[in-house]
């Protein structure tokens, strides 16, 4: 298996612009998550899905970020307007609904707003 | 709520030298607990996990005991090597199939020849 891909793996975007953050999950897997990871806040749970369907969004900071999953290979983190403070690496990790819930990690997103 | 409490690095050892990151938690009922580790990078990936009481998870000369009694799973390993380098992370999973993991902040290990 591929693992979790996330794409793309690095972005440079200026103030105010919209990005988009790609991520499709292990084959087979019920759950996706969406962390950001900076410095100084450490490793954030922002959303999660299970079979496409959103659970809890309270990680989600404010209205500029959005989310979906339309279906069970394939989520999109959304970004609009972007500000410098966004600026993070961004992960998906997927799991399976069985077992210990170990989480898979994607190699994540870089983002730069400037 | 749920919480992991980690001890914060970095920490600088030698080759060979002896390791052992703190980690307590705070939970409800029975969690699982994790080690995950994260290369310069890369994503987390799993180190050890435990599922109950009294379990050592292992894993690449790495443990960790699951201690419910004073809540801690610290991370021990006998001998580091450079390519132990990394930031380590504990976690937990609240019991009865709810997915929400709980990360710690992570501990950064810089390992010197």
């Known amino acids: 298996d591929a693992g979790v891909i996330q794409s793309p793996r690095h972005e440079v975007t200026e103030m105010g612009q919209e990005v988009t953050l790609r991520c499709k999950p292990i084959s087979g897997h019920d759950y996706l998550f969406w962390y950001r990871q900076t410095m100084m806040r450490g490793l954030e749970l922002l959303i999660y899905f299970n079979n496409n369907v959103p659970i809890d969004d309270s990680g989600m900071p404010e209205d500029r970020f959005s989310a979906k999953m339309p279906n069970a290979s394939f989520s999109t983190l959304k970004i609009q307007p972007s500000e410098p403070r966004d600026s993070a690496v961004y992960f998906c990790?997927?799991?399976?609904?069985?077992?210990?819930?170990?989480?898979?990690f994607g190699p994540g997103t870089r983002l730069t707003v400037l | 709520g749920d919480s992991v409490t980690q001890m914060e690095g970095p920490v600088t050892l030698s080759e060979e030298a002896f390791l052992t990151i703190n980690c307590t938690y705070t939970?409800?009922?029975?969690?699982?607990l994790f080690w995950y580790v994260q290369y310069p990078g890369e994503g987390l990936q799993l180190l050890l996990k435990a599922t109950k009481a009294d379990d050592k998870g292992s894993n690449k000369g790495f443990e960790a005991t699951y201690r419910k009694e004073t809540t801690s799973f610290h991370l021990e390993k006998g001998s580091v090597q450079v390519s132990d380098s990394a930031v380590y992370f504990c976690?937990?999973?609240?019991?009865?199939?709810?997915?929400?993991?709980?990360f710690g902040i992570g501990t950064k290990l810089q390992v010197i020849p």
């Open positions: 976690a937990l999973n609240p019991s009865g199939g709810y997915q929400k993991v709980t």
């Open positions: 939970a409800t009922g029975y969690p699982s």
């Open positions: 990790a997927s799991s399976l609904a069985t077992g210990y819930n170990e989480q898979f």
